[in-house]
Structure formats: structure tokens, C-alpha cells
């Protein structure tokens, strides 16, 4: 199975600042298509994970224009461009290139 | 609106078996592959199981295998899960998701997830 990592597992932010999360592969996420298969997940407290990110860089359907994916391979990075107070939860990244598909830890992320 | 509705969750004994149930509505369900991920405190996010749209392929997580069997009836807009031979270690809450999660398919939709307790 694909390992994936991510880091930090949590990482508290400040309304207004930027924030970065890492999300590491065990093996390249990089499909013959050009594509990433690799998406980002939000559990916003008391929900179901949502979609956020897919293919490594593509912002599902709402998503507000302050979360942005980037990286290729094995190395990927979710973005925050200035936090909000509504971006609280644990962020899951996911790889999409082999059965079974397989999640990261989680990174937490909170209000200072 | 697109939804998704588990049920069937609860408590059960340990080699038990339980029956779940997801119900769709506001899409065109018979169009999707469909999936079980399963979240537990100490191992996160864990894909269950699938099953392709029409040809009802099913794919299984090695620890499920044998165990469990995935099915739909695309009529009834349901998607379910049978588990026989619980562990403790299938104690989580169970969400229902469109799509198989592999071939660059994401998780578009989650429900609301059912709890399933295994425990003497």
C-alpha cells in the first residue's frame, strides 16, 4: 500500500496569516496522464470530511480562492492564503493512484 | 441537493454481524461508483470497500476481506454493506462516499457516517 505522511500534525494559525501543510507519498502520485492523483480533505469539527483539493491542485466546487494545492510526485503542499476562522479541522491528504486508496495522518489545524 | 444517508449502525458482538445502508438522493446514483471509508481515533481514515457504477465490481481493503460484502441496487438508489465476523478493531464510525477513491477518482460526496461499536 501507498504510505502517505504529512506534517505538521498540527499547526496552529492566526486569523489573517498565511498557513502551509505538507503531504508526502511513499511512491510517485504522478499518473502517465499528467494528472497527480493525490486530493485534500477538511473534517471541519462535528462534520464529515469534505472534498477540498483534487488532483493535486484543482479546488472542488465552493471552495473559497484561499486554498490552493501544489507539488508533484511524492511531494505536495496545501496552501492558506490567509486563514479564517472557519478553516479550523484536520486536513487529510489522499492518494488516488492504487487500491486501496490510502489517507494521511491528518494535520490539525487551530486557532492560536 | 446531493445526499447521502447512512443507517444500520450500533452495537454488536465480537464474530457478530451487522447490516449497513446508505440511501441516496439528488444525483444520479446508478452513474457512481460507490464506497465505505471508515474513521477510527487511532488509525484516521481507512477505505473499506467499493463497487463500480453499472458492472458492480467490488474491491475490498485486505482487512475487510472475506469478511465483508459490498452491494447496491441502483433502483432503490442503496448502497450497503454487509459485515459478519466483527473485531473490536472494526469498531468506527462508517461513512458512505461517491467513488472508488483510485484511477484519480476523489470523494466527492460523504455522508453523515453511522457508528458501529463492536464490544462484549
Known amino acids: 500500500d501507498i504510505v502517505m505522511t504529512q506534517s505538521p500534525l498540527s499547526l496552529p494559525v492566526t486569523p489573517g496569516e498565511p498557513a502551509s501543510i505538507s503531504c508526502r507519498s511513499s511512491q510517485s502520485l504522478l499518473h502517465s496522464s499528467g494528472y497527480n492523483y493525490l486530493h485534500w480533505y477538511l473534517q471541519k469539527p462535528g462534520q464529515s470530511p469534505q472534498l477540498l483539493i483534487f488532483?493535486?491542485?484543482d479546488r472542488a466546487s465552493g471552495v473559497p480562492d484561499r486554498f490552493s494545492g501544489s507539488g508533484s510526485g511524492t511531494d505536495f503542499t496545501l496552501k492558506i492564503s490567509r486563514v479564517e476562522a472557519e478553516d479550523v479541522g484536520i486536513y487529510y491528504c489522499k492518494q488516488a493512484l492504487q487500491t486501496p486508496p490510502t489517507f494521511g495522518p491528518g494535520t490539525k489545524v487551530e486557532i492560536k | 441537493e446531493e445526499y447521502l444517508l447512512e443507517s444500520g449502525g450500533g452495537l454488536a458482538q465480537p464474530g457478530g454481524s451487522l447490516r449497513l445502508s446508505c440511501a441516496a438522493s439528488?444525483?444520479?446514483?446508478?452513474?457512481?461508483?460507490m464506497s465505505w471509508v471508515r474513521q477510527t481515533p487511532g488509525k484516521g481514515l481507512e477505505w473499506v470497500s467499493g463497487?463500480?457504477?453499472?458492472?458492480?465490481?467490488?474491491y475490498y481493503a485486505g482487512s475487510v476481506k472475506g469478511r465483508f460484502t459490498i452491494s447496491r441496487d441502483n433502483s432503490k438508489k442503496m448502497l450497503h454493506l454487509q459485515m459478519s465476523g466483527l473485531r473490536a478493531e472494526d469498531t468506527a464510525v462508517y461513512y458512505c462516499v461517491t467513488g472508488l477513491g483510485t484511477e484519480g477518482d476523489a470523494f466527492d460526496i460523504w455522508g453523515q457516517g453511522t457508528r458501529v461499536i463492536v464490544s462484549s
Open positions: 488532483l493535486g491542485s
Open positions: 463497487i463500480s457504477d453499472v458492472e458492480t465490481r467490488t
Open positions: 439528488g444525483f444520479s446514483f446508478s452513474e457512481y461508483a
